[in-house]
């Protein structure tokens, strides 16, 4: 197994989020001004789940029901990038097959910042890590996304909602609940480049693995 190094967490994984300041949102200061956003509603929020039958799972369980799912979907995705292609690419604006999936591969490792630091500085980042192949790829993202799962289901309301903040060379970029940043920047930006990665696959006539259903090379993926 690959120790999880600080280049699997703070690379590729943020590209497309710290680097585009003119496309990213600015500073919400709603965050810490928001009632419902601010420490004490979310000490409130443990507090309330205490009895209430629709209110007492715990933040994976309630808001991430679909993790492993989704982290089983994009480990079939991966497995199946071919060797010998690293360069390939389906038009000349395209990421290499080589850098789509290896920025996958890493992606869980930005969820693995967000559950153990309050702010980053996308500006601050290591160099990524160059797998040599698909198995070491895979090994990659099992360590990654392996730490990521565990870290989401010791998850408590509080850290769940308290806010993260992106930072680019000392600016805020934006600064939003940890959870809804782990929705919206790690599981659905994943899910996003890895339709990316299916059509790729497509383009070099490799089978591709169903993800919410079945594709015109196999049945429904196994459920988990």
Known sequence: MTEISVSSTDSATLDDVATRTDRAPRARPAVDGNPATSPDAAKRADAAITGNPATTLDPAALLFADLDTEMATTRRMLERVPDGKDDWRPHKKSRTLDELATHIA???GLGILMLTQDEYDGGTRSP???????????EIFDDVSGEFRRLVKEMTWEQ?????????RGQVVFSTPRAQLLRSAMLTHLAHHRAQLGVYLRLL???VPGSYGPT???GPPPSS
């Open 216 to 218: 015109a090379d196999e």
């Open 128 to 138: 990524e890590p160059k797998p040599s192949c698909c198995s070491e790829r895979v």
């Open 205 to 207: 006539d490799i089978p």
């Open 106 to 108: 890493q992606l869980p």
């Open 160 to 168: 769940a909602m308290s806010p993260w903040t992106m930072k680019f």
